[in-house]
């Protein structure tokens, strides 16, 4: 699971208001190279939750992102590097995603996040 998906997943637990983000509990991830595209890079990244893509790769060790991310960044090739590596190369592939206002832990399991709810609650 790249961070690019992680930030765009919530909680849809029946009842949750506060369901994003998910915390990310990494048990195992790789670095997978993947070609950069700065047009993809800088039209993504208005959608992207730069506190939770940073907390994200925190967890996976890449310390590289700044703070604060604003639009004026992406005429910078090392902030385009840096962003395109957290979002698009970091590769979870086991671990979980946990709900901030449950607790409830969504499996990662060969880089595929379950997000399948119970019948309780949906």
């Known amino acids: 699971m790249r961070l690019l998906t992680h930030n765009m997943l919530s909680c849809n637990i029946k009842g ?3 369901g994003f983000p998910l915390k990310l509990e990494a048990d ?3 670095t997978k190279e993947v070609d950069l595209n700065a ?3 800088r039209g993504i990244f208005p959608k992207i939750e730069w506190s939770a893509l940073l907390a994200a790769a925190r967890v996976l060790g890449f310390a590289e992102l700044p703070e604060q ?5 992406l005429s910078s090739d090392d902030f385009l590097r840096r962003f395109h590596h957290a979002l698009l190369e970091l590769h979870v592939e ?3 995603l946990v709900c ?3 607790g409830r832990k969504f499996p990662i399991n060969k880089g595929i996040p379950n997000m399948l709810l119970h ?3 949906v």
Do not use: R
Not at 69 to 73: P, V
């Open 16 to 18: 949750v208001t506060n």
């Open 28 to 30: 195992k991830w790789v």
């Open 39 to 41: 047009d993809f890079l």
């Open 69 to 73: 991310a604003d639009a004026s960044m």
């Open 94 to 96: 086991e671990g979980a």
């Open 100 to 102: 901030p206002e449950t």
């Open 119 to 121: 019948e309780d609650e």
